[in-house]
C-alpha cells in the first residue's frame, strides 16, 4: 500500500489517498475536492469509499462532492454524527467558507472493526477525547490518527464535547500498537515513527 497525501483547506489539512495498485481509499477529505478529484483521475485511481477520522468539518467538507463525482459511500463513527451533520455551519462559523449540507453518512465506523476495499485493509480503532467519534485508522504500517496525536502534540480538548480523560485513555491505548508504526495525523507532519512521537512527548 501506498499513501498519497494532500494539504488542503484553509486549516491545513492533511487529506490523505490510500492506494493499493489502482484502488484507493480518501481518508480526511477537508476541502479543495476539486484538487482531490483531479489528483485521483491523474494517478488514474479507482477511489472506493471516503473515511473520514472525527466530524470536524475541515476533514469532511469535501465529501458532498467526491461522493457525487466518484458514487462513494461516506463513513464515519456515529458518535460524532452531530459534528457531520453540521459541518456546512461549523465552516461558515470559524472560516466563513460557504458549503452545502453534508449527505447522510452511509456507514458507521465500529471499534475493531476491519475494513476491506478489495486488497486496502484497515482496522478502526476508536479514539475518543478530542471528538466523542474520533476514531484511528491502522493498516500494517501505517496509523492515521485524524486530530488524535500531531508530531508536536495532542489534539485540543477544550471544546465543549471534548474530554481530556478519554484522549489520554486513546493515547494510552494507542501506545499498544507496534511503535514502529508511520504516523499519519490530521493536521502538520507525517510519516515519523510512532515510537518516536510518543518518546518526543512523554505519552
Same mark, same amino acid.
Given at each position: 500500500?501506498?499513501?498519497?497525501?494532500?494539504?488542503?483547506?484553509?486549516?491545513?489539512?492533511?487529506?490523505?489517498?490510500?492506494?493499493?495498485?489502482? %484502488?484507493?481509499?480518501?481518508?480526511?477529505?477537508? !476541502?479543495?475536492?476539486?484538487?482531490?478529484?483531479?489528483?485521483?483521475?491523474?494517478?488514474? #485511481?479507482?477511489?472506493?469509499?471516503? *473515511?473520514?477520522?472525527?466530524?470536524?468539518?475541515?476533514?469532511?467538507?469535501?465529501?458532498?462532492? #467526491? &461522493?457525487?463525482?466518484?458514487?462513494?459511500?461516506?463513513?464515519?463513527?456515529?458518535? %460524532?454524527?452531530?459534528?457531520?451533520?453540521? $459541518?456546512?455551519?461549523?465552516?461558515?462559523?470559524?472560516?466563513?467558507?460557504?458549503?452545502? &449540507?453534508?449527505?447522510?453518512?452511509?456507514?458507521?465506523?465500529?471499534?475493531?472493526?476491519? *475494513?476491506?476495499?478489495?486488497?486496502? &485493509?484497515?482496522?478502526?480503532?476508536?479514539?475518543?477525547?478530542?471528538?466523542?467519534?474520533?476514531?484511528?485508522?491502522?493498516?500494517?504500517?501505517?496509523?492515521?490518527?485524524?486530530?488524535?496525536?500531531? $508530531?508536536?502534540?495532542?489534539?485540543?480538548? =477544550?471544546?465543549?464535547?471534548? =474530554?481530556? &480523560?478519554?484522549?489520554? !485513555?486513546? #493515547?494510552?491505548?494507542?501506545?499498544? *500498537?507496534? =511503535?514502529?508504526?508511520?504516523?499519519?495525523?490530521?493536521?502538520?507532519?507525517?510519516?515519523?515513527?510512532?515510537?518516536?512521537?510518543?518518546?518526543?512527548?512523554?505519552?
Amino acid at each position: 500500500m501506498d499513501i498519497v497525501s494532500l494539504v488542503v483547506g484553509s486549516l491545513a489539512t492533511n487529506c490523505y489517498l490510500l492506494t493499493s495498485g489502482n %484502488d484507493c481509499v480518501i481518508i480526511d477529505p477537508g !476541502s479543495e475536492a476539486d484538487f482531490i478529484s483531479t489528483t485521483i483521475l491523474e494517478n488514474r #485511481l479507482n477511489p472506493l469509499a471516503i *473515511l473520514l477520522t472525527h466530524g470536524h468539518f475541515d476533514h469532511c467538507l469535501a465529501a458532498l462532492e #467526491l &461522493k457525487l463525482n466518484f458514487n462513494l459511500p461516506i463513513f464515519v463513527h456515529k458518535d %460524532d454524527s452531530f459534528l457531520y451533520r453540521t $459541518a456546512d455551519k461549523s465552516a461558515n462559523h470559524w472560516t466563513g467558507e460557504k458549503a452545502l &449540507k453534508l449527505p447522510p453518512p452511509d456507514h458507521n465506523l465500529i471499534d475493531g472493526q476491519e *475494513l476491506e476495499f478489495n486488497d486496502l &485493509k484497515l482496522k478502526v480503532i476508536h479514539t475518543p477525547g478530542h471528538t466523542p467519534g474520533s476514531v484511528c485508522l491502522l493498516t500494517d504500517s501505517a496509523l492515521f490518527t485524524g486530530d488524535l496525536l500531531f $508530531a508536536e502534540g495532542v489534539g485540543r480538548t =477544550d471544546f465543549s464535547y471534548s =474530554d481530556h &480523560k478519554k484522549l489520554l !485513555s486513546s #493515547l494510552k491505548k494507542i501506545r499498544g *500498537l507496534p =511503535d514502529t508504526l508511520l504516523v499519519y495525523p490530521g493536521h502538520e507532519e507525517f510519516g515519523l515513527p510512532l515510537y518516536q512521537i510518543l518518546s518526543g512527548h512523554l505519552l
